[in-house]
């Protein structure tokens, strides 16, 4: 094992811990604008953990994946934002 694939290891570990921290403020967030920021941040760090995945087992198509998850999380957050802000998606 490389120093980069364990830092990748590493990497993971705590970002994966961090991203249920995220989790808990998401279910326990006291206004809805607190869980909708706590569901983007989750879906960042699961974009980065699958970013890692692909480092850490050398399939760069892991990569494509993360794209289309973050601009599928990107996309969704900004429709719950719009939703919170007018009441509807028009």
Do not use: C, E
């Not at 050398?58 to 973050?70: E, G, K, R, S, T």
């Amino acid at each position: 094992m490389t120093a980069v694939h364990l830092a990748a290891a590493v990497a993971t570990a705590v970002i994966a811990l961090l991203a249920f921290a995220s989790l808990y403020r998401a279910y326990v967030g006291p206004t809805t604008s607190d869980r909708v920021i706590s569901i983007n941040i989750i879906t960042t760090k699961v974009t980065v953990l699958i970013v890692l995945l692909a480092v850490v087992t050398d399939q760069h198509m892991f990569v494509d994946v993360a794209l289309i998850y973050a601009m599928m999380g990107f996309i969704a957050t900004v429709s719950v934002a719009k939703y919170i802000d007018h009441g509807d998606l028009r």
